[in-house]
């Protein structure tokens, strides 16, 4: 078996070896063939018994069979693979010199010359145009069916898929602008206002290169940030296409991958850039703030490149590897709340807010878009179908509870499908008026109360006005005491900065003790609770400092708090009241709750700008600079009567410390 697995030992070496009888002798003329290392020689010299070392002969004679037997199948795989290779090679070359003969042209040099042409009609710039033409000479050399050509192809199409220079004519006529916007979206006049002034811009200079505009949308769910970005771009002219940011975690997303990985592609923005096939469309960025990072890297800080007019005229994509011009682009993006933002990236953006609607804007959109557009979707005749005023206020005040118009088209399409089926069974003369009475029939039991506050006054209770991320809400605060040591417990899932905002507006109120006629030893006989319902919901932030101290005030001086009053500001140790954000929102949530009186800080009073006319005209607004002023309103003085305090002991079980202030 050595003999015919070694390439080195010829045949006759096996003849001599069957001649020779005597055992160690034998084992000296087998071993100085073998080719075996000295040291295994030596030991086979030293060894003296021939049993003894023909055995050892033997186990080294098998192990240099096997690794025999390894060689032999590894030089037979790889001379499978160059017969292959050789082949393909041999078959492939005949093919060149049959077709020479033929006179025909080869393919891979057809489709060369056609990449040549296809890269000089581009006009790429010159960086951009040396790779290409580099990679190009790559690909000349390489078999066509290897794996690295088809890496340089892909990378070459995406080079010249790319738009380099191709720009769509942009309207710019101001008329036509205005008129798609109002066509597509009722209110907003802010937002088109900027459009507008951008396209005027446009018309005055003429330069081609002037840099694209970085808007970002910021509002509650619903309020048509997404579909406003396709409005835009329909009034410009510009092409429109969308990337998704939420739940991006990897940077590459944003500027793609090396070409070194195997199946790299370029980031969406170059992708977007080739779909949308022009230097300037209208690129929206969708949920900018749901971006996340992890170890793969940080998406908001490559979006950094993307949305600085200073830098990205010469925008890097790891996969074209090569400077891409976005200047030109109109950069559009949303984001419900802004402080998931990096600061950097939200400096580099004009940050335009879209509030949410109120009753009558809702009503509005819902008759001049909503209904027509779900009747259309639905195969009803709009001459047929119809739905009240009262009908489409009932859907918003007792079937939505949102800052958006999203779930009111929801519940008109459900109503619509109701009547679809009715048109189905009944025949097509079927036509149907919607009021108020049908809702129950056609969707169901309310979801939500009437939108109406409490206006009863009550000891230790005042409302406050809260914002989340789908607009204004109202923040009733309970206050409540019960014997005990001075312990202030607070519930409702309060954040850091409420429960912050609650210690000092306890502490305000104890520094004023005397001035509101409250013992001042009450803290060390009494417990406080203050609660703030709907406790399975988390709260945070500075702005009910004046609710809560309000509720105490009220608490401890037995004074009931007006019912038909809402408030919202931060309290300092001091009793300052000091600004807060999201005014335009809660008092929307004030008026859609039927309150009318509503207590703001005075630096807040710019704020009352963006709120709409018709609403300001039905509320009365507060504005203050102290705590003292806020009790001064907040608190029925009137009402301060021995039945009152009478009922409320009552619940309370003992009276209050202190005396009643007057």
């Known amino acids: 078996k050595y003999v015919k697995l070694s390439p080195n030992l010829p045949y006759e070496t096996m003849i001599s070896t069957i001649r020779v009888s005597e055992p160690g002798r034998l084992t000296d003329t087998i071993a100085a063939h073998v080719q075996v290392g000295m040291e295994e020689k030596q030991n086979l010299l030293e060894t003296f018994g021939p049993a003894e070392r023909l055995t050892i002969l033997a186990n080294l004679l098998d192990a240099e069979i096997e690794k025999l037997r390894v060689d032999r199948r590894i030089h037979q795989r790889v001379k499978k693979q160059m017969e292959k290779a050789q082949k393909e090679y041999y078959l492939n070359e005949k093919m060149k010199a049959i077709q020479q003969e033929l006179g025909r042209k ?29 990679e190009l000479k790559r690909l000349e050399v390489m078999p066509p069916v290897s794996a690295e050509a088809t890496v340089s192809r892909n990378y070459l199409d995406w080079l010249i898929s790319v738009p380099w220079h191709k720009r769509t004519k942009e309207i710019r006529d101001l008329d036509h602008a205005e008129k798609v916007l109002n066509e597509d979206h009722y209110g907003l006049e802010k937002i088109k206002e900027r459009i507008v002034e951008f396209l005027a811009v446009r018309r005055l200079v003429k330069n081609k290169s002037m840099k694209g505009t970085i808007l970002c949308f910021v509002g509650p769910p619903g309020v048509g940030k997404t579909s406003l970005a396709q409005s835009i771009a329909r009034a410009t002219g510009r092409k429109f296409v969308r990337v998704s940011l939420g739940g991006v975690r990897d940077e590459a997303e944003i500027r793609g991958h090396r070409r ?32 996340s990072m992890d170890f793969r890297g940080d998406p908001s800080s490559a979006l950094l490149e993307v949305l600085d007019p200073e830098q990205n005229s010469t925008f890097l994509d790891h996969y074209l590897d090569t400077e891409f011009d976005l200047s030109q682009v109109m950069f559009i993006c949303t984001a419900n709340i802004t402080h998931p933002i990096p600061p950097a990236l939200r400096d580099r953006m004009e940050i335009l807010r ?7 804007e809702k009503m509005s959109i819902a008759q001049r878009f909503l209904i027509p557009k779900q009747l259309k979707n639905h195969g009803l005749d709009t001459k047929k179908f119809s739905f009240e005023e009262g009908t489409i206020q009932e859907i918003i005040e007792r079937y939505t509870r949102e800052a958006g118009v999203r779930n009111l088209e929801r519940e008109i ?8 089926r009715r048109v189905v069974r009944e025949g097509k003369e079927y036509g149907f008026a919607a009021k108020p009475e049908h809702l129950t029939d056609l969707l169901g039991v309310p979801r939500y109360r009437p939108t109406t506050s409490d206006k009863k006054n009550e000891i230790g209770i005042a409302t406050g006005l809260a914002w989340t991320e789908t607009g204004g809400e109202i923040l009733t605060t309970e206050a409540t005491l019960m014997k005990g040591r001075g312990k202030l417990t607070l519930t409702g899932k309060l954040g850091d900065v409420m429960q912050e905002s609650a210690q000092a507006a306890l502490s305000y109120i104890r ?13 060390r006989k009494y417990d406080i609770h203050i609660h703030v319902p709907e406790g399975a919901i988390p709260k945070d932030g500075p702005s009910a400092g004046i609710t809560m101290a309000t509720a105490l005030a009220s608490l401890l001086t037995r004074t009931p708090s007006r ?68 009790l001064q309103i907040a608190l029925d003085r009137g009402e301060q009567t021995p039945e009152v305090e009478k009922e409320y002991n009552k619940d309370l079980g003992k009276g209050l410390p202190g005396s009643v202030a007057h």
Request: net charge negative.
């Open 106 to 134: 080869d393919d891979k040099l057809n489709e060369i010359e056609e990449l040549k042409e296809k890269i000089a009609a581009c006009k790429m710039p010159k960086e951009a145009h040396e790779k290409a033409m580099q």
């Open 260 to 291: 070194t990985y195997i199946g790299a592609f370029p980031g969406q923005v170059i992708q977007m850039m080739k779909k949308a096939g022009t230097k300037n469309p209208v690129f929206l960025l969708d949920e900018v703030d749901k971006m």
């Open 354 to 360: 879209l509030a949410g609607y109120t009753l009558f």
């Open 413 to 420: 399409a459900s109503i619509c499908r109701k009547l679809a």
């Open 511 to 523: 520094s004023r003790g005397q001035g509101l006629g409250i013992d001042e030893d009450f803290y």
């Open 563 to 630: 019912g038909d009053v809402a408030m919202t500001g931060e309290i300092t140790l001091r009793g300052k009241v000091l600004p807060i954000g999201g005014v335009k929102e809660k008092v929307l949530a004030a008026h859609r709750m039927g309150i009318r009186t509503i207590v703001l800080p005075r630096d807040n009073e710019k704020d009352l700008a963006d709120i709409p006319e018709d609403i300001q005209k039905l509320l009365e607004f507060k504005l203050v600079d102290t705590m003292d002023e806020v």
